[in-house]
């Protein structure tokens, strides 16, 4: 959540990069509210000022044996009248708070504004592959090769849905086994979350209350119900919600492994066919927790170590600085690491590094005591795939595909598969 003493301080700053965004703002009718929330927090302290003064005389009355009857009516009147104002004060502030609730994060001042359109690559890496033969695309060379069942997984669960086999599914692990190895040994937490997450969760991550359609949920749509996580994101900034964290324990690094289940797939585009876009994929996900001045410390570390996974596969990539408007709603500032897909000659994303800044321990209320200040601060959170599988393994079979229709392992996978080449049956 935006603080409201900075809305207050710097209205018009913050109107501005939040149209960075394409959010277009107006905070008169927000500092209005605020305005009248403190008259009402004035009001209601002078009253219980006077209801305790008036309390203090009753027992000294009664002492002198006066008649304290018209002293009970006066309290009873304060009474009425304070919880007349607990009641209006309650009102307008839930208004703030629903109000503010909604309010993306605010873009980091260099970015770019707009959308896609606007993103900049700031470096590729690894030789882009060049094929001296006709090229298949990741749908056909899984489908030849048994790795992919398309046909079985839409009977399963229907359209965005696939089966891993055999190989298919032993290259799935063999991925995953490589980032939990990495990870370890770079000192991450090795987290399993529960896959079936309270509503508090999702507005902690920031993904709540405005993409609740995003998601699919248990029961009904509701704060009582659970929905089905749709990153591990969405857990582990949540792991310490409402509690204090010792300064001495940041940076605080974790990684969980989880399917990710969305409801934004189902697009029939030529980008999105096969593994590129599903209803449920793997992924390995980082998360740190941070003071704010080792912040973009911990962003470089988290956006080197997408980049390194991907680098050691041996695959063609990009990392891409994106606009202010192409970042997540929870997000301040968002580098991806991209894989070439040569059948369709586009880039497509593997890993997002992001931070969030406060932005979401505001919402968790997770907070450090400033060591020099001995102040309580909010943390700062980030994230990054580290990485998600079902746009690897098209780059790899694509990329690695070879003129007799097999597929070269890389060499950092084929500890965990045995074997270096893919071949038909």
């Given at each position: 959540m935006i603080s409201i003493e900075l809305i207050k301080n710097e209205t018009k700053k913050v109107e501005e990069l939040l149209l960075k965004?394409?959010?277009?703002?107006?905070?008169?009718?927000?500092?209005?509210?605020?305005?009248?929330?403190?008259?009402?927090?004035?009001?209601?302290?002078?009253?219980?000022?006077?209801?305790?003064?008036?309390?203090?005389?009753?027992?000294?009355?009664?002492?002198?044996?006066k008649d304290v009857s018209v002293i009970f009516d006066e309290m009873k009147e304060l009474n009425t009248k304070i919880s007349e104002l607990d009641e209006k004060l309650y009102i307008v502030e839930k208004?703030?708070?629903d109000f503010i609730a909604i309010l993306p994060n605010l873009p980091d001042e260099d970015l770019l504004p707009g959308g896609k359109e606007n993103n900049q690559v700031l470096r590729q890496g690894n030789k882009k592959p060049e094929f001296d033969f006709k090229i298949k695309n990741h749908v056909d060379l899984c489908s030849d090769l048994g790795l992919i069942d398309y046909e079985r997984g839409a009977k399963l669960s229907g359209n965005g849905a696939w089966v891993y086999r055999g190989l298919g599914a032993r290259l799935?692990?063999?991925?995953?086994?490589?980032?939990?190895?990495?990870?370890?040994?770079?000192?991450?937490?090795?987290?399993?979350?529960?896959?079936?997450?309270?509503?508090?969760?999702?507005?902690?991550?920031?993904?709540?209350?405005?993409?609740t359609d995003e998601v699919y949920w248990i029961d009904s749509k509701d704060e009582k119900s659970k929905f089905l996580l749709p990153t591990a994101e969405t857990a582990l900034?949540?792991?310490?919600?409402?509690?204090?964290?010792?300064?001495?324990?940041?940076?605080?690094?974790?990684?969980?492994?989880?399917p990710c289940y969305r409801r934004e797939a189902g697009?029939?585009?030529?980008?999105?066919?096969?593994?590129?876009?599903?209803?449920?994929?793997?992924?390995?996900?980082?998360?740190?927790?941070?003071t704010p001045e080792n912040s973009s410390k911990a962003f470089d570390?988290?956006?080197?170590?997408?980049?390194?996974?991907?680098?050691?596969?041996?695959?063609?990539?990009?990392?891409?600085?994106?606009?202010?408007?192409?970042?997540?709603?929870?997000?301040?500032?968002?580098?991806?690491?991209?894989?070439?897909?040569?059948?369709?000659?586009?880039?497509?994303?593997?890993?997002?590094?992001?931070?969030?800044?406060?932005?979401?321990?505001?919402?968790?209320?997770t907070k450090y005591r400033n060591s020099n200040t001995k102040k309580l601060e909010f943390i700062h959170t980030l994230n990054a795939s580290g990485l998600a599988t079902s746009r690897l393994i098209p780059a790899i079979v694509?990329?690695?595909?070879?003129?007799?229709?097999?597929?070269?392992?890389?060499?950092?996978?084929r500890k965990y598969m045995g074997i270096d080449k893919i071949q038909k049956k």
């Open positions: 965004k394409g959010y277009k703002v107006d905070f008169s009718e927000l500092l209005l509210w605020d305005n009248q929330r403190r008259n009402f927090i004035k009001e209601v302290e002078e009253l219980k000022a006077k209801k305790n003064k008036v309390s203090a005389e009753i027992p000294l009355l009664k002492k002198q044996g208004k703030i708070f799935e692990w063999a991925l995953l086994n490589y980032f939990v190895e990495e990870h370890l040994t770079d000192g991450y937490e090795f987290i399993l979350p529960p896959h079936m997450l309270n509503y508090e969760c999702g507005f902690g991550a920031g993904q709540f209350p405005k993409f900034v949540n792991l310490y919600r409402g509690e204090i964290i010792p300064e001495e324990n940041l940076p605080m690094k974790f990684f969980a492994y989880t697009s029939y585009r030529q980008e999105e066919r096969g593994m590129i876009r599903g209803h449920q994929f793997n992924k390995v996900e980082m998360v740190q927790y941070t570390e988290l956006v080197n170590k997408a980049e390194n996974l991907v680098k050691k596969l041996g695959l063609h990539y990009q990392v891409s600085k994106l606009a202010a408007g192409d970042c997540s709603a929870s997000m301040r500032r968002t580098y991806d690491v991209e894989v070439w897909i040569p059948s369709m000659e586009i880039y497509k994303e593997v890993s997002s590094a992001s931070n969030c800044g406060d932005y979401q321990a505001r919402r968790t209320n694509e990329q690695f595909q070879n003129n007799d229709g097999s597929v070269t392992i890389p060499e950092v996978l």
